[in-house]
């Protein structure tokens, strides 16, 4: 989280919406799901496009909305753009495209 997002002044007041999204997680089963990863998933995805007057209620809103399907595709999307795919030559790929 190297990045500053323009809603992080936001963090500690929406900290009880957050982890009460994470106890749901939980319940779910969802137990590797961190409350730091979550706002990753936030200022990266749901929050990319930021907006200048945007208010507490509505940044609430959008965290006790999320699903867990909403999160686990953001994180699965995530992984496979940093995963290293490499082949021994051209015909691995090629058959791999068929």
Not at 1 to 7: D, L, R, S, T
Not at 35 to 41: M, T
Not at 83 to 93: G, K
């Given at each position: 989280?190297?990045?500053?997002?323009?809603?992080?002044?936001?963090?500690?007041?929406?900290?009880?919406?957050?982890?009460?999204?994470?106890?749901?997680?939980?319940?779910?089963?969802?137990?590797?799901?961190?409350?730091?990863?979550?706002?990753d998933f936030f200022t990266k995805k749901?929050?990319?496009?930021?907006?200048?007057?945007?208010?507490?209620?509505?940044?609430?809103?959008?965290?006790?909305?999320?699903?867990?399907?909403?999160?686990?595709?953001?994180?699965?999307?995530?992984?496979?753009?940093?995963?290293?795919?490499?082949?021994?030559?051209?015909?691995?790929?090629?058959?791999?495209?068929?």
């Amino acid at each position: 989280m190297g990045n500053v997002h323009a809603y992080d002044y936001f963090r500690t007041e929406v900290k009880p919406a957050l982890v009460s999204k994470l106890e749901e997680f939980h319940l779910l089963g969802y137990d590797s799901i961190t409350e730091d990863g979550l706002w990753d998933f936030f200022t990266k995805k749901k929050w990319k496009k930021t907006k200048a007057d945007i208010h507490l209620y509505e940044i609430i809103d959008d965290i006790l909305a999320v699903k867990v399907s909403d999160y686990i595709s953001f994180t699965t999307i995530e992984s496979l753009k940093t995963a290293e795919f490499s082949f021994r030559d051209e015909n691995e790929l090629k058959e791999l495209l068929k």
